[in-house]
C-alpha cells in the first residue's frame, strides 16, 4: 500500500463548481497533513495544512481532515480557470520528519 | 513572508561537467532544507535533507557522492551534480522549513537541468 494515495485525474468540472479532491494516508502516526498546488513547469505552492480533525477553511478553500478514516480532503469553491494544476497531498509524522507526497491529483477547470 | 528562492533557474550543460545549485531562504532561518528531483509528469522525489554544519541524509537510490550537498548557513544550501550526464536532466527543487509552526515547507522555484 502506498504511503499517501490520490486519483491521478484530470478531474473536470466546469468553472464556479466545487472542486473535490481527495487523499488517503496508510500511516496512523501522521500529524500534519499539507495541500499545494503546483502548475506545470513550476514548483509546489502551499495552499493550506491541517492537523486536527474537522475542517479548516480559508477563502475559497477548505481542507477536511479524519484521522479515524485516514482521509484528508481539499474543496474548491467557486472553481476558477485559473485554478487547473496539480494537487498535492504531503503527510508530516510530527518535529522535523520529512513530508511524504502523493503523486497528485490533476484539476481542470473549464470556462 | 517564507520566500525560498533557487539560482540558476534553468541552466544547460554538456556531459562531464558539474553544476551547482544555490537555495537560499529570503527572509527565514532554514532549521532544515530538502533537495527534490521531478521528472516530467512525474511526483516529487525526495533526493535529501539537510541541516545546517551537519551532513545531509540521502534517501535510499541516491548517490550521495554524485549529489554533493553543502548546508553552510541556515540560509543557504547547495547542491552540485558532479559529472553530469543526460539521465541527470531533471527539474531540481529545494524547499525548507523554519517558518511555520507545523514544518511547513516552502520550496524555491526550482532549477532546470538539461544535460547535452
Known amino acids: 500500500q502506498k504511503e499517501v494515495e490520490q486519483n491521478s485525474g484530470p478531474l473536470s468540472v466546469p468553472e464556479g463548481a466545487i472542486a473535490s479532491l481527495n487523499c488517503t494516508y496508510s500511516?496512523?502516526?501522521?500529524?500534519?497533513f499539507f495541500w499545494y498546488r503546483q502548475y506545470s513547469g513550476k514548483s509546489p505552492e502551499l495552499i493550506m495544512f491541517?492537523?486536527?480533525?474537522g475542517d479548516k477553511e480559508d477563502g475559497r478553500f477548505t481542507a477536511q481532515l479524519n484521522k479515524a478514516s485516514q482521509y484528508v480532503s481539499l474543496l474548491i469553491r467557486d472553481s476558477q480557470p485559473s485554478d487547473s494544476a496539480t494537487y498535492l497531498c504531503?503527510?508530516?509524522?510530527?518535529?522535523?520528519?520529512?513530508?511524504?507526497f502523493g503523486k497528485g491529483t490533476m484539476l481542470l477547470v473549464s470556462p | 513572508g517564507a520566500v525560498v528562492s533557487q539560482h540558476p533557474s534553468w541552466v544547460i550543460c554538456k556531459s562531464g561537467t558539474s553544476v551547482k545549485i544555490e537555495c537560499r531562504s529570503l527572509?527565514?532561518?532554514?532549521?532544515?532544507m530538502f533537495w527534490y528531483r521531478q521528472f516530467p509528469k512525474q511526483s516529487l522525489m525526495l533526493m535529501a535533507t539537510?541541516?545546517?554544519?551537519?551532513?545531509?541524509?540521502?534517501e535510499q537510490g541516491v548517490e550521495k557522492d554524485k549529489f554533493l550537498i553543502n548546508h553552510a548557513s541556515l540560509t543557504l544550501s547547495t547542491l552540485t551534480v558532479t559529472s553530469a550526464h543526460p539521465e541527470d536532466s531533471s527539474f531540481y527543487i529545494c524547499?525548507?522549513?523554519?517558518?511555520?509552526?507545523?514544518?511547513?515547507?516552502?520550496f524555491g522555484p526550482g532549477t532546470r537541468l538539461t544535460v547535452l
Open positions: 524547499s525548507a522549513t523554519g517558518q511555520g509552526s507545523y514544518n511547513e515547507q516552502f
Open positions: 527572509d527565514f532561518q532554514a532549521t532544515t
Open positions: 539537510s541541516n545546517e554544519g551537519s551532513k545531509a541524509t540521502y
Open positions: 504531503a503527510v508530516n509524522k510530527g518535529g522535523y520528519s520529512t513530508l511524504t
Open positions: 500511516d496512523r502516526g501522521s500529524q500534519s
Open positions: 491541517i492537523y486536527s480533525n
